[in-house]
């Protein structure tokens, strides 16, 4: 479909070292529980426009499941291919906006700043009530919903708790940039030298997990927190999707004694297999990432039994 998608936009660092540069989010308004930001939690005043394929909507889809937020915040889903127009709305029922009528999710974006220019992401937090964006960010959309709007979830659970907050945020930040952006920084690299180095940042880093889930079911324990939820968007497309098309290739997760059993419990926690869409996954990143894959091809789905017993619960 048309032209390669905005995602390889170059910037001047990349132009300088090969190094992949991800867009800083626009939009860091956040709903309060007072409402003192001028965004309340109110059920029925929110909408999430996301993509099934892309890692980092999918935090704000497990949240919400997580949750039972489904009545409480509404939910609109873009194609999985895009073009140079970006996300798009293509198909009623499917991927379609019943909210605003938006063919193309740049048009909220526009709607907010008539002046923006930058590269449309998802996922959105958009207020209904006032018709603007809330926060584009997904971890901070993610914290909302788990924690904010928890008074208004059928099965609220904790994922932030406060006596490990400091280490979550701590491990969070090096799982984002040697996992969650460092199969990126692999994939969209321009220089061999930038994509060895994010490589072996990556391979350190899931060595590192692996050997920390040794003698633990989860990153901190016998439940799954935040950084569990976060990594594991990462996790479920590695073998898919990075360790081909991006190239991070010096092991599968199912190679792996301790995250390949780990991947799996998570995916078969309730309510979680449902968010996952391997065939958007896989049409996403095969089909638009032109650049990198030039006819398209989508490589066929590995032999991956997502369904086999885990034993993570013995720990």
Not at 130 to 143: D, L, P, Q
């Amino acid at each position: 479909m048309g032209q390669p998608s905005q995602e390889f936009a170059i910037s001047a660092r990349e132009e300088r070292d090969g190094a992949f540069a991800r867009q800083e989010s626009r939009f860091r308004n956040w709903v309060t529980a007072d409402g003192s930001s001028g965004f309340a939690p109110e059920a029925g005043r929110y909408h999430l426009y996301v993509c099934r394929a892309c890692p980092w909507a999918h935090r704000t889809i497990i949240a919400r499941a997580l949750m039972g937020l489904e009545d409480v915040i509404s939910i609109s889903f873009v194609d999985p291919i895009r073009d140079d127009r970006g996300w798009a709305f293509t198909e009623p029922g499917r991927y379609e906006d019943p909210i605003n009528g938006f063919k193309f999710l740049s048009e909220a974006y526009l709607a907010v700043d008539p002046g923006f220019d930058d590269r449309v992401t998802v996922p959105v937090l958009w207020d209904r009530r006032r018709g603007t964006i809330v926060n584009n960010e997904s971890a901070e959309i993610f914290r909302m919903l788990h924690t904010v709007f928890a008074p208004l979830a059928q099965h609220p659970i904790e994922l932030y708790p406060a006596a490990h907050a400091a280490e979550i945020d701590a491990l969070n930040a090096r799982v984002y940039d040697h996992v969650n952006n460092g199969v990126y920084m692999a994939g969209f690299s321009r220089s061999q030298r930038a994509y060895e180095h994010a490589v072996v940042e990556l391979f350190s880093m899931l060595d590192e997990l692996d050997e920390r889930l040794a003698d633990r079911r989860f990153l901190f324990g016998r439940t799954p927190l935040e950084s569990d939820w976060r990594l594991f968007t990462t996790l479920v497309r590695f073998d898919v999707v990075y360790q081909i098309h991006f190239k991070c290739s010096i092991r599968k997760i199912a190679e792996y004694r301790n995250l390949w059993p780990y991947l799996r419990d998570l995916y078969q926690w309730p309510a979680v297999r449902e968010t996952v869409s391997f065939d958007e996954i896989r049409d996403h990143y095969y089909r638009t990432h032109t650049m990198l894959n030039p006819f398209g091809l989508v490589a066929v789905m590995p032999a991956l039994d997502f369904e086999a017993p885990h034993h993570r619960d013995q720990l």
